[in-house]
């Protein structure tokens, strides 16, 4: 089994920034993928950016790039979500995820409010 750990969520203004971890612990695997979804209510859950382990690319929802960056610390089993230039429509649950072959996983989530 593979456990997911999120923090950083919390209030900020719109123009800041925060930073989300996700410490992974655990089963481990040759080959994953770990990434960032939200869900905001009422919405659908939606993915955000996730990272190859392996290799290190990066992917991005059209409405975070450059703005979002997607990070690894491979000593630490940690992925970081450093979210710059918050807007209000970024407000929702953020969740960890860790997909492998054959299993997928979630987090807890963790809130994420900007306000206007």
């Known amino acids: 089994q593979v456990q997911l750990v999120e923090s950083g969520g919390g209030l900020v203004q719109a123009g800041g920034s925060l930073r989300l971890s996700c410490a992974a612990s655990g089963r481990t695997f040759s080959s994953y993928v770990m990434g960032w979804f939200r869900q905001a209510p009422g919405a659908e859950r939606e993915f955000v950016a996730s990272i190859r382990w392996s290799g290190g690319r990066t992917y991005y929802a059209d409405s975070v790039k450059g703005r979002f960056t997607i990070s690894r610390d491979n000593a630490k089993n940690t992925v970081y979500l450093r979210m710059n230039s918050l807007k209000p429509e970024d407000t929702a649950v953020y969740y960890c995820?860790?997909?492998?072959?054959?299993?997928?996983?979630w987090g807890q989530g963790t809130q994420v409010t900007v306000s206007s």
């Open positions: 995820n860790l997909d492998s072959p054959g299993s997928d996983y």
